[in-house]
């Protein structure tokens, strides 16, 4: 029997809801629009349109992918972050709605600097440079990653969205002190690996399974990434320069200690849009 659009998601969405999952409807239509090339914003239409075979196929066989535990992101290979879409592998975390009130933050500073110089560190897929550039016509984003691979990914989403004139990549070791040619900066931005030891062991199979360990891990107590940029990299900011972090749920007050220990000023503590104290941000003197 031929299948519409709005039948493949129908089935998708028993088989999500009967695997077990959070918000079946979601992945359901994420998926179904993906495998049909149809539109999500318009699901009024997709009563109307017929299938063949083959694409109904290629809708349930994605589905077993995430049915088994890989993540609908990794899946469709793209994710959406702050308005825009992003180009995501399994060499970058997955951007989660967690970090765009830090990347609003980040941007709502920038828009106070005239030709702002940002620096993101631990860039990973470029989510939060690339939106601010995005945002911010006049800035100019450096974002610094050890991997290769994320790189890659990076400046694929900044030419993606448009970018790319105003925003460079860079391969460093974010734990070791940055080369100076690299310049001064009104900003630096930092998503970096804050997940300690015993939460590594605990992690959800879809988290620890697929993505990036080096992206996670931050050390026996989550915090080597903060001490380091901290104590090395903040000496590129301009004075008056802003640093803005995404931290665990539980960290803001130890990353806060940190700015505080390195003499930056002005430290405060803000919640994410889920209400979490998740961004912490100083200035240098």
Known sequence: MTKTINDVYMQLFKRFKEGGSPQPSLEARELTAYACKADKRKTADWGHCYLDDATVDYANLLCDRCL???PLAYVLGEWD???LTFKVTPDVLI???DTERLCELAIERARQVVNPRVLDLCCGSGCIGVALAHEVEDAHVTAVDISDEALLVSRENARRNGVSARYVALRGDVCSRPQHH??????IVSNPPYITADEMRGLDPSVRDFEPEQALF???DGLDFYRTICSKWGELLVPGGMLLFEC?????????GILENNRFAGIGVTEDFSGVPRIVYGYTI
Not at 248 to 256: I, K
């Open 95 to 97: 951007p989660r709605s």
């Open 81 to 83: 972050f702050y308005g």
């Open 218 to 220: 931050g050390g026996e």
């Open 182 to 187: 690299l310049g001064a900066f009104d900003i």
């Open 248 to 256: 665990g749920y539980r960290q803001a007050g130890e990353v806060a």
């Open 68 to 70: 088994d535990g890989e």
